[in-house]
T-cell receptor, first 112, second 114 residues
Framework: TQLLEQSPQFLSIQEGENLTVYCNSS?????LQWYRQEPGEGPVLLVT?????EVKKLKRLTFQFGDARKDSSLHITAAQPGDTGLYLCAGFFAGSARQLTFGSGTQLTVLP | SQTIHQWPATLVQPVGSPLSLECTVEGTSNPNLYWYRQAAGRGLQLLFY??????ISSEVPQNLSASRPQDRQFILSSKKLLLSDSGFYLC?????????????FGQGTRLTVV
């Protein structure tokens, strides 16, 4: 079973602070995605990264894909209370193009 | 546009009773379909996925089964529920895989086994 390790599991910060969430695996991804989930709802896609070393920005969110395509990070600048939620990385591993595997999640709380 | 429907939204069932959760997708054909279970505040555990009618792959040995009787219908079942089957169940679909594949999720079913 291919695993995605996500850290930290919980993160509580003050409004305006920066944070980084990590997603790691020993296997290579063909593509990796980051989702955000609100309580009682399904996850919603934030971004997909495909190319090793790729960096994508979505307003205050910066997503990076490792050169070897085994890891990724999500960096949030100047966090706001509206950023609170469960952040999930997910990936299609090389050779398993139809099996979407999720990380364990990072519960982010941004305090006003 | 594509939509995914999952029902019921909440369900309370006694131990030993059967289960049937249904998921349907509209606006696409031959989607990959997935059933996930999620513990509170944690990641999604892949239970089953399907690449076509009658084709089911099981990821975790358990008390559950899945079926895909039609191209855009995915059903999660159990003959006898256990307390440990409680959780938040999510159905999802994706296109055929590849670099820009995205998964779209239903609203989820909160199952409580009592």
């Amino acid at each position: 079973t291919q695993l995605l390790e996500q850290s930290p599991q919980f993160l509580s910060i003050q409004e305006g602070e920066n944070l980084t969430v990590y997603c790691n695996s020993s296997s290579v991804f063909s593509s990796l995605q980051w989702y955000r989930q609100e309580p009682g709802e399904g996850p919603v896609l934030l971004v997909t990264v495909v190319t090793g070393g790729e960096v994508k920005k979505l307003k205050r969110l910066t997503f990076q894909f490792g050169d070897a395509r085994k890891d990724s990070s999500l960096h949030i600048t100047a966090a706001q209370p509206g950023d609170t939620g469960l952040y999930l990385c997910a990936g299609f591993f090389a050779g398993s193009a139809r099996q979407l595997t999720f990380g364990s999640g990072t519960q982010l709380t941004v305090l006003p | 546009s594509q939509t995914i429907h999952q029902w019921p939204a909440t369900l309370v069932q006694p131990v030993g009773s059967p289960l049937s959760l249904e998921c349907t997708v509209e606006g696409t054909s031959n989607p990959n379909l997935y059933w996930y279970r999620q513990a509170a505040g944690r990641g999604l555990q892949l239970l089953f996925y399907s690449v076509g009618i009658g084709q089911i792959s099981s990821e975790v040995p358990q008390n559950l089964s899945a079926s895909r009787p039609q191209d855009r219908q995915f059903i999660l079942s159990s003959k006898k529920l256990l307390l440990s089957d409680s959780g938040f169940y999510l159905c999802a679909w994706s296109n055929l895989g590849g670099a820009n594949t995205e998964a779209f999720f239903g609203q989820g079913t909160r199952l409580t086994v009592v």
